[in-house]
């Protein structure tokens, strides 16, 4: 049984590219979670998508962010115009439909550095 | 405004012994409550977790409590073994239902001594 699977794992950018996390969750789970962990830090929670819908993107910055959760494919993090603020570990995570499971799992991470 | 504090960075304890990793929270919303186990450049594993309507849950080596009134858990791993080095996270949910948006500590870096 996978675990949730993201990629890449590590990432480097320039200022101003655009960076793409991309989140596959555990089979059977349909919620998403993405996380991010700046140095020494705890993870702060950025959104909360199901399939085609955002539930909750109250964690997300107001511009250059944005996330998605299409019916076919992985999830994805979209980050336009990077700047070194940006730079740090990016964790998704999924857990299963209401009722089913009382846990979040996470995926490995994916750490980007923009230079 | 942090809503979940863990407020011993590291802690370091002996082959055997008994680790105890604290966190105390301020919203009274919270109403689950998570541990989580995270090595250098790795996801957190999930370790263990309590309703808000209990005040005791065990798996093993690892037992956590939660005192709502004082709105603080406790997490002990009992024997400590050198395999449970790792930075610990304390995880609060808000929302209830299928969401979970959880809030976490900065998280304690455990050391266990052979």
């Known amino acids: 049984n996978a675990g949730v699977m993201q990629n890449p794992r590590h990432l480097v950018r320039r200022r101003g590219q655009e960076a793409r996390l991309r989140c596959s969750p555990m089979?059977?789970?349909?919620?998403v979670y993405w996380y991010r962990q700046l140095p020494e830090e705890g993870l702060k929670f950025m959104v909360y998508?199901?399939?085609?819908?955002?539930?909750?993107e109250s964690g997300m910055p107001k511009e250059r962010f944005s996330a998605e959760f299409p019916k076919e494919g992985p999830s994805i993090l979209r980050i336009q115009q990077v700047v070194r603020g940006d730079s740090a570990a990016y964790f998704c995570?999924?857990?299963?439909?209401?009722?089913?499971?009382?846990?979040?799992?996470f995926g490995e991470g994916s750490w980007l550095t923009v230079v | 405004d942090q809503q979940v504090k863990q407020n011993s960075p590291s802690l370091s304890v002996q082959e055997g012994r008994i680790s105890i990793l604290n966190c105390d929270y301020t919203?009274?919303?919270?109403?689950?409550f998570l541990w989580y186990k995270k090595y250098p450049a790795e996801g957190p594993t999930f370790l263990i977790s309590?309703?808000?309507?209990?005040d005791k849950n065990e798996d093993g080596r690892f037992t956590v409590f939660l005192n709502k009134s004082a709105k603080h858990l406790s997490l002990h791993i009992v024997p400590s073994q050198p395999g449970d080095s790792a930075v610990y996270f304390c995880?609060?949910?808000?929302?209830?239902?299928?969401?979970?948006?959880?809030?976490f500590g900065k998280g304690t870096l455990l050391t266990v001594n052979p």
């Open positions: 995570a999924s857990s299963p439909p209401a009722g089913s499971g009382n846990t979040i799992y």
């Open positions: 089979k059977g789970h349909s919620h």
């Open positions: 998508l199901q399939k085609e819908n955002i539930i909750d």
């Open positions: 919203n009274s919303m919270f109403d689950y």
């Open positions: 309590i309703s808000s309507i209990k």
């Open positions: 995880a609060a949910r808000s929302g209830g239902g299928s969401n979970y948006k959880l809030t």
